[in-house]
Nanobody, 127 residues
Framework: QVHLVESGGGLVEPGGSLRLSCAAS????????MGWFRQIPGKERQFIGA????????FYGNFLPGRFTVSRGTGRSSVYLQMNGLEPEDTAIYYC????????????????????WGQGTQVTVSS
């Protein structure tokens, strides 16, 4: 069973930046997609983006304003979320996710597409 552990969340002022990290423990998934969702209080989980295990392809959610970037670590078992120009509306719990790779034409933008979730890390944007 693969486990995901997020880090890097916290309190940041509007306009600031944060970089979230996620590390996957060893498991039996060979080819997979890793990425990020967020959940704003009172709203459904929102897909941010995900990257294939090799980092060769990255998928982003429709809402993404261009301030967020998903990237993979060189060791393949890690994924990062760089967030710039943070706004109070970005306050949310951010979840790292992992899914079996189902092909480049498959969908990866719904919570049900992912088999493994991290515990979440709180990001608060406030002055």
């Amino acid at each position: 069973q693969v486990h995901l552990v997020e880090s890097g969340g916290g309190l940041v002022e509007p306009g600031g930046s944060l970089r979230l990290s996620c590390a996957a423990s060893e498991g039996d998934i060979a080819n997979y997609v890793m990425g990020w969702f967020r959940q704003i209080p009172g709203k459904e989980r929102q897909f941010i983006g995900a990257s294939t295990w090799s980092g060769g392809r990255t998928f982003y959610g429709n809402f993404l304003p261009g301030r967020f970037t998903v990237s993979r670590g060189t060791g393949r078992s890690s994924v990062y979320l760089q967030m710039n120009g943070l706004e109070p509306e970005d306050t949310a719990i951010y979840y790292c996710v992992l899914a079996r790779f189902k092909g480049y034409d498959a969908d990866y933008d719904q919570p049900a597409d992912y088999e493994v979730w991290g515990q979440g890390t709180q990001v608060t944007v406030s002055s």
